[in-house]
């Protein structure tokens, strides 16, 4: 348990996309759209972990065309997220009501059921801590647990920053990642 607790919590703490985005939300519409994407994330992370636990994740890896379905329509809505956060640093706060429209939850989910990474890091984590689906289920709802706890303190120090000009600044910066993470997730070959 020690060992999946430590691998777990690198994993949590190393920035990536969903990251990004709750912090994009926590700091364009509050906490409360903060906590929302996170519990978003957690969901689609629970989504994965029970279908690595089922086996239908490692299916959907050892399927070319599907993976890579999914690998592309995971790296457009993470390119048209990072769109949507440069358009409103473009046009400060005075313009952010259509970026506000967007079900944070949603965002959060998609964001992380779109990424077929999350298949491949589940599905090459969870078996070396368990063999049962019990076991495997067990150790995804902990690790989606420690995710929220991770986003909540993400959550709860980015509602500091929303001051209009840090909020543009973490809106050019979120949307450069997103769009970056979009391409590379969208250009890389497994």
């Keep these: 348990m020690i060992a999946f607790l430590v691998v ?23 906490r409360r759209a903060g906590l929302a994407t996170g519990l ?7 989504v994965w972990g029970i279908a690595a636990a089922a086996g239908l994740a490692a299916l959907l890896v050892a399927s070319r065309p599907a993976f890579v379905a999914l690998r592309l329509l995971g790296a457009a809505y993470l390119v048209w997220l990072g769109a949507q956060a440069l358009l409103a640093a473009r046009r400060g ?4 009501a259509h970026v506000r429209r967007g079900s944070p ?3 959060g989910l998609l964001s992380n059921v779109g990424n077929p990474k999350m298949a491949v890091f589940f599905t090459s984590l969870l078996p070396q801590f368990g063999s049962s689906f019990a076991t495997l289920a067990a150790h995804s709802l902990l690790f989606s647990t420690m995710t929220l706890g991770w986003l909540a303190l993400v ?6 920053l929303r001051r209009p000009a840090v909020r543009r600044a973490i ?10 993470f979009g391409l590379r997730l969208a250009t890389e070959h497994r």
């Design 8 to 30: 777990a919590i690198v994993v949590i703490v190393s920035p990536g996309p969903d990251f990004a985005l709750t912090v994009q939300s926590t700091v364009a519409r509050g």
């Design 40 to 46: 978003g994330v957690v969901s689609g992370q629970l």
């Design 93 to 96: 706060q005075a313009h952010r």
């Design 105 to 107: 939850y949603r965002q």
């Design 155 to 160: 959550v709860r120090a980015g509602a500091a």
């Design 171 to 180: 809106d050019v910066v979120t949307g450069v990642v997103l769009v970056a």
